[in-house]
């Protein structure tokens, strides 16, 4: 199973909270990626980075921000939650050579009340 | 970015069925990926396939990469339980971003 590791994952917040989802991995890959799910649905890809101080808005447009000033860590962040915000946030990572597998982490799911 | 078609979006089947689901691409694509999503689980990898023409199996699992490299399907014999989930495939290359899902067929098993 891959080295990639996301926190909380679970968590309940008030709108308006300003809320960060942890990510690292462990396998030194430059290439990492947050991708939000709604249940039974397909993977929205929301922010990309290849490598330090490399970040990427993805197709799905998002009020989050992400930081990668570590290899290992790319948190991604919402100022201000909102319930449109509800949804399961996928962290993953993949090392870009031929074979560019794709590992995800275990996923972070955030409810907004 | 570009994403490969996947269709059907679900599929049920009774168990011990046959399943197949299939990915399109307008474009030549440099290699093709799959992968399962269990329910209220993450995606995992399954296969890569890079060649023209490519066949891999993996038990009940048959994949196929087309001689134009522009689609690809995978194929589940006799279905299992176990084989619920989503199944999804990411093309790279050509029009393809290496970086967007196509939307995945939905497996859905009757007993």
């Known amino acids: 199973e891959a080295d990639i590791y996301q926190t909380p994952r679970y968590l309940v917040i008030g709108t308006g909270k300003k809320i960060t989802l942890e990510c690292s991995q462990t396998m030194g890959h430059d290439k990492m990626y947050w991708y939000q799910q709604d249940p039974g649905m397909e993977l929205h890809l929301i922010h990309y980075?290849?490598?330090?101080?490399?970040?990427e808005k993805g197709d799905l447009s998002s009020e989050s921000t992400v930081s990668r000033i570590r290899t290992e860590h790319f948190p991604l962040t919402l100022e201000s939650a909102r319930p449109s915000h509800t949804s399961q946030y996928l962290c993953?990572?993949?090392?870009?050579?031929?074979?560019?597998?794709?590992?995800f982490g275990e996923g972070s799911w955030l409810t907004v009340v | 970015g570009q994403q490969v078609m996947q269709i059907p979006q679900y599929q049920h089947v009774q168990e011990g069925e046959d399943f197949t689901t299939y990915c399109n691409s307008s474009?030549?694509?440099?290699?093709i990926q799959w992968y399962k999503q269990r329910p209220g689980g993450h995606p995992v990898f399954l296969i890569q396939?890079?060649?023209?023409?490519e066949v891999k199996k993996q038990k009940r699992l048959t994949f196929q990469f087309g001689e134009a490299k522009k689609n690809s399907s995978l194929h589940i014999t006799a279905t299992q339980t176990t084989d619920v989930g989503t199944y999804f495939c990411?093309?790279?290359?050509?029009?393809?971003?290496?970086?967007?899902f196509g939307k995945g067929t939905h497996l859905i098993i009757q007993p």
């Open positions: 396939l890079v060649k023209s023409g």
């Open positions: 993953a990572s993949s090392d870009g050579g031929l074979r560019n597998t794709i590992y």
């Open positions: 980075s290849y490598g330090v101080n490399s970040t």
């Open positions: 474009t030549t694509l440099s290699n």
């Open positions: 990411f093309g790279s290359g050509g029009g393809a971003d290496g970086l967007t």
